[in-house]
């Protein structure tokens, strides 16, 4: 479980995540939704440490986490094979007791033949397909998604949904950032909608709901709540 109480970040005297409270459950299957520059990845990075808080409190009951960046937070000084041993060596993990899960990764993620290849000399893509391989092969019990299916194609979406497929299956828990809302529907338990750093809808989400009809609903709702507003004032 983790548990952020009252989770303020500003930076420049510019908030960007303003009073966030939030769980974290185990077998969470969390899709996180808002405009550009809602806070989104800020989120993400402030719950995983990589940015600290302003203020409040996040609590964890274990730091388990695999995360998989959006491509700008991703490290591209490297090569693949030489990050893979980087992670490998920050989770004292020894390459040899992964090398058959490596050899069957690669293969399935088509990644032979860029595995040498400087990481800032492929694709967007491709990128993320090596950090696909990462996270599965540096098994953790929470996952963090920034965007992982943006610029993938229609293949390697598939291989992705069958990943987090069967990540659900082990009783993973999953909390994902994505603009793509037919991917988020076919697995998320539970939506949010960020706003201007503010949590506006924190929710179950079952099967056959729509996220495009939750948004029009809270837009309705924020216009009637303006002109309301006005009428007061006015």
């Excluded at 697995?187 to 949590?199: A, D, H, Q, T």
């Amino acid at each position: 479980m983790i548990k952020l109480i009252n989770v303020q970040k500003k930076v420049k005297n510019k908030i960007i995540l303003n009073n966030i409270n939030l769980e974290v459950n185990k077998n969470d299957i969390i899709g996180i939704v808002g405009e550009n520059g809602s806070g989104k990845s800020t989120l993400l990075k402030t719950i995983l440490g990589l940015k600290q808080a302003t203020k409040g409190e996040i609590i964890y009951n274990e730091k388990s986490f695999s995360y998989f960046p959006d491509v700008n937070n991703m490290i591209t000084s490297l090569i693949p094979l030489d990050l893979i041993s980087h992670y490998c060596y920050i989770n004292n993990i020894k390459f040899k007791e992964i090398k058959k899960r490596y050899d069957f990764l690669i293969n399935e993620l088509n990644l032979n033949s860029l595995i040498k290849t400087n990481m800032k000399n492929l694709s967007t893509g491709e990128k993320k397909r090596i950090y696909m391989l990462i996270i599965l092969l540096i098994k953790k019990s929470t996952f963090f998604f920034d965007e992982p299916t943006d610029n993938l194609d229609k293949e390697y979406n598939k291989i992705f949904d069958s990943i987090l497929e069967d990540l659900i299956l082990k009783d993973s828990t999953i909390v994902v950032v994505s603009h793509s809302y037919d991917f988020l529907e076919k697995f998320i338990n539970k939506l949010i909608v960020l706003n201007e750093g503010k949590i506006i809808y924190n929710d179950k989400f079952n099967k056959g709901d729509n996220i495009k009809n939750i948004l029009l609903n809270l837009k309705n709702k924020s216009i009637e709540v303006n002109q309301q507003s006005s009428l007061v004032n006015w």
